[in-house]
């Protein structure tokens, strides 16, 4: 029995002495708003006060389009997705996109909600601030959720829609991202929100490339400094745990505005059987896959996936 408690004792010893260790060296403050928004925000940035919350978007592109393009990110994201898109797009369009509520500039909700319905409303409470009647709405992952269950709510708001790698459906992820599984490990999440390595960060990015030479450091910088602001990995660990799928995709198949399906055939999170779901349900879609790209095609590949969009908006 004494050599029990030694080993016990030893063995607990250990895991203080590994947990002050793994805390000295990967140890992360948060960074200050004003500092990423100096580096993060830019002249087309603007700051709308939504549900508490001083919510990051931009509107660019031509403001004579009636009928304006909101691009809504994924899980771990911000805006800056958009990029190329935007860049290629605004020269005809008017492009609006946003930070969501635990993400980006940003930061968390403080009632703490993130579920599906949470967003959709929080999405409607945006577009009625900026006056907007009727849009083209599209999302990447957890933004291609918000999407149709927006559509859902308000079908009369939502003249086209584009869903990009969408979540929504249950199923089975083949890979998931690293940061995601330590969310859910109840030990590890409670580090996790001061304990988080660039690493982590980077491999989490990885996960959902095709083309992994694509994450460069600037890339993998925006995400792990972005994910540093005031209360978003809290955010981000209480958006994992509430990540139900619930009965709203039976609804799926009521939905009749013309849709386009964008899906790259090497996403290992959302896997394309997913998308075959979504364009067996919707009678007025569209599904175009994307060779060698992963769960972010329209940021590992903005030229040729926004060329398909093109051409859907002009439809």
Wanted: proline share 4%; net charge neutral.
């Amino acid at each position: 029995m004494k050599n029990f408690w030694k080993i016990t004792k030893f063995v607990l010893l250990f895991i203080v002495v590994l947990i002050v260790g793994v805390s000295v060296i990967y140890w992360e403050n948060d960074i200050p708003l004003e500092v990423l928004i100096k580096k993060y925000a830019n002249l087309e940035s603007k700051f709308v006060q939504i549900d508490g919350m001083s919510v990051h978007y931009r509107d660019e592109g031509n403001q004579n389009d009636t009928i304006p393009v909101i691009l809504i990110h994924g899980t771990g994201a911000s805006l800056h997705t958009w990029e190329g898109w935007v860049r290629e797009l605004k020269t005809e369009h008017r492009i609006i996109r946003l930070d969501l509520p635990a993400y980006g500039l940003t930061g968390p909700n403080p009632t703490g909600d993130y579920s599906q319905d949470y967003y959709a409303e929080f999405i409607n409470h945006f577009l009625n601030e900026l006056h907007i009647k009727q849009c083209i709405l599209g999302g990447n992952s957890l933004g291609g959720a918000i999407t149709w269950v927006y559509a859902l709510k308000y079908p009369e708001k939502v003249k086209k829609m584009i869903l990009v790698d969408a979540g929504g459906y249950p199923m089975l992820s083949k890979s998931v991202p690293i940061a995601f599984q330590m969310a859910r490990i109840p030990v590890i999440k409670t580090l996790f929100k001061y304990i988080t390595p660039r690493s982590i960060i980077e491999k989490s990015v990885q996960n959902v490339y095709a083309q992994k030479e694509k994450v460069t450091p600037e890339l993998v910088d925006r995400y792990f400094e972005l994910s540093l602001r005031a209360g978003n990995r809290g955010a981000f660990l209480d958006r994992i745990s509430q990540n139900i799928t619930n009965n709203n995709y039976l609804k799926i198949k009521t939905l009749q505005m013309p849709t386009l399906i964008i899906w790259g055939d090497k996403d290992l999170l959302i896997p394309l059987d997913v998308a075959e779901k979504f364009h067996h349900d919707l009678s007025n879609d569209t599904l175009v896959v994307f060779k060698n790209l992963g769960h972010t095609p329209m940021e590992e590949d903005a030229h040729n996936t926004v060329a398909v969009v093109k051409d859907f908006l002009k439809k």
